[in-house]
């Protein structure tokens, strides 16, 4: 026999399904499956029904035949074994076992309980379920087929019921071809009603996976935002909340799978009003309002509000954005740093210009002049105006985007001498006396760094440890020391308060500072210049001799060792300074191998 083609017949209920995914195969095997057992169970309970119905004539002797009783018990014994044995039925396929077991079963047996019955039970009814089936769950064929074969069970037993063309044999022929007609319309309303329903339901599936995809995208798109974004009910009761948000209003530490009430919390006070008067007003409100995380953490925001529209009886849910004004600012530092990068090109040809002619001029002068105090301010003026010309150059290379490579023929310099010195001159300038003290265990580490420009890193770290520092003995640190055989950490230690959350975001960046009166651009010319000659800088909070700090750390590439003279010592203190010079200070093994976080 030749292999059926499915697309021969009529479509039945589930091929509307084909075609369509992996997930939408499998939804079409679990609609089958449901709707299979189903009719399976209520043939289960016909059959246990019939069954019970032969016995009971049986012994009341109203019945037909005893063999009847027989015949219901196999039907109930076929019914329950296709119940729990047999899979669904391939829809596709006209010719199978389970229609047979199922639909010419039921046919028969309801057939010859028709034919031999006696008295006023009238088994016609029972017909529809096996054309049901046959419509529902195969194609329109099998239930046409189906009814056909009721037809002519009813035909022929209205033929055989009395002679042919009397008046009795044709009243019986015409109520046999109007039931069976009506048969025929019930396999192709209820086939053309299941093809409908499942042409829904594919529809419904469709949107709702789409619905769901789309919704997975909300999600993943509100969680990347660096906007906060959070979900207000009218009562108050925060719904949703993004990591932003979660980060803006509690640091980060958001209880799972708990409803916040705004009102609960004193700090988020500012938050509740402005949501209550967005319900009251029922319009977007706007307002600035300052979060306390903690008591040296304050977040400053920029809060707007939104309503969804109401449906029906339920209120409408407010959506509540939240801005970092840090953020924001950073945002404008970054704009102000672009404008000053496209005009430090004219401001360069302009200050360029006055210094080489002054440069020219001092020259000429000095080859003019004899007297030693002349040849001491001429040579002052040199060296300023050099100075002054590298100063041109850095704030220029600074605008502009720089490689991170090392110059071939830059010279190497001893570091811990160069660390002794700078921090000398240092101290000297800012009457530092007694607050900082110098750790050096790197003896005759050379590294590949300008002088000027590792004077212009330590000055700046120096600074800004001196600004934060408690002021008392050793409260700022300068260390050195190995890490490794190609590395060697610089660090600078200042007993200071930690730094907020959101300075450390932007501790690297220009423009920031969270003083009125800095320039912002102290840390950020450290890491330009630490990334030029092959450094990394970072920052983390430490302890150092029992005493919590802040701590910048620089790794430079190691170019070598230079040669130690006898009896030379590894360790120094600026002169005059107090503070005794550490053999290693503590927690500072555990620190030399500290992965960078650098931005």
């Known amino acids: 026999m030749a292999r059926d083609n499915p697309s021969q017949f009529a479509p039945s209920w589930f091929s509307v399904f084909e075609g369509q995914s992996s997930h939408g195969r499998q939804q079409r095997q679990r609609a089958l499956d449901r709707l299979w057992r189903t009719f399976m169970r209520a043939r289960?309970?016909?059959?246990?029904?019939?069954?019970?119905?032969?016995?009971?004539?049986?012994?009341?002797g109203t019945g037909g035949p005893d063999w009847l009783v027989l015949v219901c018990a196999l039907h109930v014994t076929a019914a329950v074994a296709v119940l729990l044995w047999l899979e669904p039925v391939a829809h596709n396929r006209l010719i199978q076992l389970q229609w047979l077991l199922t639909i010419g079963v039921d046919i028969v047996v309801f057939a010859l309980l028709q034919h031999f019955q006696k008295g006023g039970f009238n088994y016609l009814p029972l017909f529809a379920l096996p054309v049901l089936l046959a419509s529902i769950l195969g194609p329109l064929t099998l239930g046409l087929a189906a009814a056909a074969a009721v037809t002519l069970y009813l035909l022929g037993d209205a033929a055989l019921s009395a002679p042919l063309l009397s008046e009795i044999s044709t009243a019986r022929l015409l109520q046999a071809g109007l039931t069976a007609t009506g048969f025929f319309l019930v396999a192709v309303l209820a086939n053309q009603l299941a093809l409908r329903l499942a042409r829904e339901e594919a529809v419904a599936k469709s949107s709702q996976d789409a619905a769901r995809a789309q919704a997975q995208v909300n999600e993943l798109i509100i969680e990347s935002l660096s906007e906060g974004v959070m979900v207000v009910d009218p009562h108050g009761v925060v719904r949703n909340a993004n990591p932003a948000a979660q980060t803006m209003l509690m640091g980060g530490v958001y209880p799972q799978n708990t409803r916040l009430l705004l009102s609960a919390r004193d700090n988020w006070a500012g938050l509740a009003q402005?949501?209550?008067?967005?319900?009251?007003l029922g319009q977007p409100m706007e307002s600035e309002v300052h979060i306390d995380i903690d008591e040296l953490t304050t977040h400053r925001l920029f809060a707007r509000t939104r309503l969804t529209t109401q449906s029906g009886r339920n209120a409408g849910l407010c959506v509540l954005f939240l801005e970092d004004l840090r953020e924001l600012e950073a945002q404008v530092r970054t704009e102000k740093l672009a404008s000053m990068g496209r005009m430090s090109a004219a401001v360069a040809h302009e200050i360029r210009n006055p210094l080489s002619a002054i440069t020219q001029a001092n020259a000429l002068l000095d080859e003019e002049v004899q007297h030693p105090t002349q040849k001491k301010l001429t040579h002052m003026i040199g060296q300023n105006a050099q100075r002054l010309s590298r100063i041109v150059d850095d704030i220029l290379n600074v605008a502009r985007a720089q490689p991170s490579q090392i110059e071939d023929n830059l010279p190497t310099i001893p570091l811990d001498d160069h660390i002794r010195l700078i921090t000398r001159e240092w101290v000297r300038q800012n009457q530092a006396k007694g607050k900082i003290?110098?750790?050096?265990?790197?003896?005759?580490?050379?590294?590949?760094?300008?002088?000027?420009?590792?004077?212009?890193?330590?000055?700046n770290l120096l600074d800004n440890a001196l600004k934060h520092a408690s002021g008392q003995p050793s409260s700022i640190r300068v260390i050195t020391q190995p890490s490794g055989h190609e590395r060697i950490r610089l660090s600078v230690w200042s007993d200071g308060a930690p730094l907020e959350p959101s300075v450390l975001r932007h501790l690297f960046e220009p423009f920031f500072s969270s003083e009125s009166r800095s320039s912002g651009l102290g840390l950020y010319i450290c890491r330009e210049l630490c990334e030029r000659y092959g450094a990394q800088i970072a920052y983390q909070r430490t302890v150092l001799d029992q005493r919590e700090g802040n701590e910048f750390y620089v790794f430079m590439p190691a170019s070598g060792l230079a040669p130690r003279a006898s009896g030379s010592s590894h360790r120094s203190t600026p002169p005059g300074d107090s503070v005794p010079a550490l053999s290693r200070p503590p927690g500072l093994s555990r620190l030399s191998g500290t992965p960078l976080s650098t931005r």
Do not use: K, N
């Open 274 to 280: 402005l949501v209550q008067e967005t319900y009251l």
């Open 44 to 60: 289960v309970f016909i059959s246990v029904v019939l069954l019970a119905l032969q016995v009971y004539l049986l012994v009341s």
């Open 437 to 459: 003290g110098v750790h050096v265990h790197a003896p005759g580490a050379l590294v590949r760094f300008d002088l000027e420009h590792l004077r212009r890193l330590m000055i």
